[in-house]
């Protein structure tokens, strides 16, 4: 009972610094998670009969999954007041940006031997791997400028920057959707989840405006 207290007073109340720490050294392991696994799988030669495809497939899920809890922390925010949450968006972002650059080298690496001719005909060919291709390449810049550094030094600008990575997400889910083809339950999860986030975002956008109209 004592601990189901506990728990309850932490959702409720904003964390302490000591408790963001901790929350943030979880997160960190947990966004680690995936990464073990897959070295743990390859350790004990159990990646399936198609390791490529799976090393691929695996690096493509996580990629989209952290993208999408990244997403999620603003509509926390929005709907609860809360906003300690954000703190863990820069974390989640970088975690999100390097299983985006697994997905990519397995990719160029294991599938194309870096052969650049036949990846650029890959781009072309197929419509998943263009999108893929091209939510990658939006990534780069958001992760050069996720630091103090660059959000002092472009101000409003990081902002609009940053901004993209609403499409972003639909490129990425977009590229999954694209790419099962056939069974497209999970994308289709993945496509509801980022609606309601996106949704969730424009309805408080809009009821603010018009409140200030109303005002």
Known sequence: MLYTLKIHHFLSASPTKKQIVWVKFFVFLLSLVPLIRLFWLGLQDDLTANPVEFLERSTGYWTLFILLSTLSLTPVRLMTGRVWQLQLR????????????????????????????????????????????????????LA????????????????KLHQLVYFIAILGVLHFWWLVKKDIREPLLYAVILFFLLGIRIYFKYSKQLNKVDC
């Open 90 to 141: 820069r974390m989640l972002g970088l975690f999100m940006f390097f299983y985006a650059c697994l997905h990519i080298t397995a990719y160029m690496w294991l599938d194309f031997s870096f052969d650049w001719t036949a990846i650029t005909k890959d781009i072309v060919k197929h419509k998943y791997v263009l999108v893929g291709f091209a939510a990658f390449v939006l990534t780069v810049p």
């Open 144 to 159: 050069i400028t996720s630091n103090k550094f660059m959000l002092k030094r472009l101000r409003e600008r990081w902002k």
